[in-house]
């Protein structure tokens, strides 16, 4: 680990700062929304879906930003524990970078979200705004209904994200395709989980707002689906051979943190990373 530290902490940073400004992104975009001395809001006061909708356009475009940046290219733009934890049982990212992805992916959430409180503690504590937390809408087996779309929405988006990773003709515009794909997750599905997708990005809002109640599920639904959309896909597929992990599409390169399945993925500590 500390091998893989002085070798690769650039890209953990990378991470760490992605799903930092995809968090800070999702509370100033719903503040500017939500909240009611907002002029937006006030424009906008009857129209939830019209609302839901901006938000999701303005962060299908916060997402393709991240994911084809310069750092994002460089690290893959994971930016989510479960997307690393599927890359991982691919075989396409090591161990000690996957656990390191998973701590940069979590503190930079968490790091976000109290940057949010401390600035605009009162607009981002709003109860229309609420920490932007995910939880399960309140209905009769909440919980349940919750689950049940984290877990359909996380299997297609690794379903789709696969597929396109391993088509030649799609895989430069995976990015975009998973932009889309957010948007409409979030006009949609948001009033059943909150629309989360992600484990880092809940726990981040979770503490800001001191609330844990739910953070469980989403804690085993979007990893589970991920990892089963993984193993199904290396099952049925039989296209081409994806090759690395990086959401932007590419090609393996000297010195990058990814493989090929025919390559052996380095021990830690190795001779060259001591040095």
């Known amino acids: 680990m500390l091998a893989a530290w002085r070798q690769n902490q650039a890209h953990y940073l990378a991470e760490g700062l992605g799903i930092a400004f995809f968090v800070l992104c999702a509370g100033l975009l719903t503040m500017l929304l939500e909240h009611p001395a907002s002029a937006v809001h006030q424009a906008l006061p009857g129209s939830a879906w019209l609302r839901r909708g901006l938000l ?23 930016i989510n524990p479960a997307v690393t934890l599927a890359f991982w049982q691919l075989g396409k990212i090591r ?6 992805y998973g701590l940069a992916q979590v503190a930079g959430a968490i790091g976000a979200a109290q940057l949010l409180k401390l600035t605009l503690g009162e607009f981002y504590a709003h109860p229309a705004v609420r920490h932007t937390v995910t939880e399960p809408a309140d209905l009769p087996m909440g919980d349940g209904i919750a689950f049940a779309a984290e877990f359909v929405i996380s299997f297609l988006l690794m379903w789709v994200l696969l597929y396109s990773l391993h088509s030649q003709a799609l895989k430069e515009k995976t990015g975009w395709l998973l932009a889309a794909l957010l948007a409409v997750y979030i006009l949609f599905e948001t009033p059943l989980s909150g629309m989360s997708l992600n484990p880092a990005r809940t ?3 979770a503490v800001a707002a001191g609330q844990y109640e739910s953070v469980w599920l989403y804690w085993v639904a979007p990893p589970a689906a991920m990892w089963l959309a993984t193993i199904l ?6 296209g081409q051979e994806l090759a690395c992990a990086v959401l932007a599409g590419c090609a393996p390169v000297p010195g990058s943190l990814y493989f090929q399945d025919s390559e052996e993925p380095p021990q830690y500590p190795d001779k060259q990373a001591a040095r």
């Open 56 to 78: 999701g356009a303005a962060m299908a475009l916060v997402l393709a930003s991240i994911v084809y940046s310069p750092w994002g290219k460089r690290s893959g733009a994971h």
């Open 95 to 100: 161990t000690p970078d996957a656990l390191w």
């Open 203 to 205: 726990l981040g809002t």
């Open 233 to 238: 896909f290396r099952r049925f597929y039989r």
